[in-house]
């Protein structure tokens, strides 16, 4: 399926081409303009009978596109690894809501509670749903390569950071990618669920697509260095500041400043 975004060209049959400016990819509604019509249209993509431009149809139920980024994430991750920028981590954590989920990248020191960020290295489910790129000058429906080209072009000096070798996370990582891609992300989120739990379940597993069926494959460990996190003690404590909002964030997923 083609990406849909805002500034996608759009046909439907009975009012000819527009251009889509607002998207929901969790409920499948559009806001587009006609001709030269001020006022927008809202339609629904599963049944509205939206084509694109070259009259292919928008299939948004039965090839649903991802309702976050983390997936992609992954794989872009994964290459980089590979190229040799092995100090280079995807952190991705659930809102309070449970709606959306966050994701950081970073790189450098391996630190999952104090780590390191910079302008266009994290984001949420939540805007990608309006907007589905990453924020660092990528293309809506942009591969791998493609991310990754834009990436290095949008902040080399940060993608320089990257570069050395962490074997240990380099091989968690790949097998998670080989358990979990295309369809499913990890989610480290620190919450503990009641009844004092002191060792740490397997890794939550959250599907990026709607409709598919929840993960049924083998555990997924958590990362290198998360021991002492369960357990109360932080192997690498966090000094409580106030919150001010993005990208300072709450103890459980993110970083604070």
Not at 183 to 211: C, D, F, H, I, T
Request: net charge neutral; charged share 20%.
């Amino acid at each position: 399926m083609k990406a849909v975004a805002p500034g996608t060209v759009i046909f439907h049959r009975h009012r000819g081409y527009g251009v889509i400016v607002h998207v929901n990819l969790l409920t499948g509604w559009i806001s587009a303009r006609f001709g030269s019509e001020s006022r927008t249209l809202d339609l629904n993509l599963s049944s509205d009978e939206v084509q694109h431009a070259d009259g292919e149809p928008i299939m948004f139920r039965r090839t649903p596109p991802d309702r976050m980024p983390h997936a992609r994430l992954m794989a872009v991750v994964r290459e980089l690894h590979q190229a040799g920028y092995q100090k280079l981590y995807l952190y991705s954590w659930p809102k309070p809501s449970g709606l959306h989920w966050r994701w950081h990248l970073f790189t450098g020191p391996r630190n999952w509670m104090q780590r390191s960020w910079r302008e266009g290295w994290y984001g949420s489910g939540a805007d990608y749903n309006g907007n589905p790129v990453m924020g660092w000058g990528d293309q809506p429906g942009a591969s791998t390569e493609e991310l990754i080209h834009a990436l290095a072009k949008f902040d080399p000096e940060g993608l320089a950071q990257a570069l050395g070798r962490d074997e240990d996370h380099t091989a968690w990582f790949a097998q998670a990618c080989d358990l979990l891609l295309p369809g499913y992300m990890y989610s480290l989120n620190m919450e503990r669920p009641a009844g004092g739990l002191v060792e740490a379940p397997p890794v939550p597993v959250v599907p990026v697509k709607a409709g598919l069926k929840a993960y049924a494959g083998p555990d997924i460990g958590w990362p290198p260095g998360w021991a002492g996190l369960w357990t109360g003690t932080h192997v690498m404590p966090a000094r409580k500041v106030s919150l001010t909002g993005e990208p300072s964030f709450d103890s459980d997923g993110a970083v604070t400043r």
